[in-house]
């Protein structure tokens, strides 16, 4: 039973423009969310994350919504460019310190 | 380089064998965590020890175990194998148990193949 799941297995970008990646959950628990990027044969980075009582986090050109009552997260990558071309994550924390991870957006930005 | 390093890199071993996998958290970082990421998956919560204590445990298989030392590495150990446990694990380390920021930093994983 996935609690966490990035229903896009892929997003293709131009240069410059907005990349937006989403994430659902169902756990209500659920007090911490965190984005990773994965490049190949490297292990995940994180990039941004939120805490359960906010709804928007902020950090150069990465911005994470999370929207509570939606069970949704989304981050927005503005401008995108061509080195944002990986594998993103969304992961969320829950009350006993257990992390869970979608299963990944491959993003490719396209120069 | 996030400082986390795991060994082996690649390991291909047999059905019904037994492996151990090595983990050295970064200089400082108290809490190592254990993911499982098989084809096409996302990434599985295995285990998490803090200062040489579990913390907190996922879905991991009686199979399955781990341990940290008390110079902070962790090694999880894989018996019996099957087909299935194929996968690249993963090895995590932050500076708290809890981690409040969320922030762990991942090692570049072993990839295991069991044939």
């Known amino acids: 039973d996935q609690q966490v799941k990035q229903n896009s297995p892929s997003l293709s970008v131009q240069e410059g423009r907005i990349s937006i990646l989403n994430c659902d959950y169902t756990n209500s628990m659920f007090d911490y969310f965190l984005w990773y990027k994965k490049y190949p044969a490297e292990g995940p980075t994180f990039l941004i994350s939120i805490s359960s009582i906010k709804d928007k986090n902020e950090d150069g050109r990465f911005t994470v919504f999370l929207n509570k009552s939606a069970k949704h997260l989304s981050l927005h990558i503005v401008p995108s460019q061509p080195g944002d071309s990986a594998v993103y994550f969304c992961a969320a924390r829950d009350n006993f310190n257990k992390f869970y991870f979608g299963s990944g957006t491959k993003l490719n930005v396209k120069p | 380089d996030s400082g986390v390093t795991q060994t082996p890199k690649h390991l291909i071993t047999a059905t019904g064998q037994r492996v151990t996998l090595r983990c050295s958290p970064r200089s400082g970082d108290l809490s190592v965590y254990w993911y499982q990421q098989s084809l096409d998956q996302g990434l599985q919560f295995l285990i998490q020890?803090?200062?040489?204590?579990?913390?907190a445990k996922g879905n991991i298989l009686e199979r399955f175990s781990a341990q940290q030392f008390p110079d902070l590495h962790s090694e999880l150990n894989l018996s019996s194998l099957e087909l299935g446990d194929s996968a690249l694990y993963f090895c995590?380390?932050?500076?708290?148990?809890?981690?409040?920021?969320?922030?762990?930093?991942f090692g570049p994983g072993t990839r295991l193949t069991v044939l």
């Open positions: 995590a380390s932050s500076v708290r148990g809890v981690v409040a920021v969320g922030e762990q930093f």
């Open positions: 020890y803090y200062n040489g204590e579990e913390r």
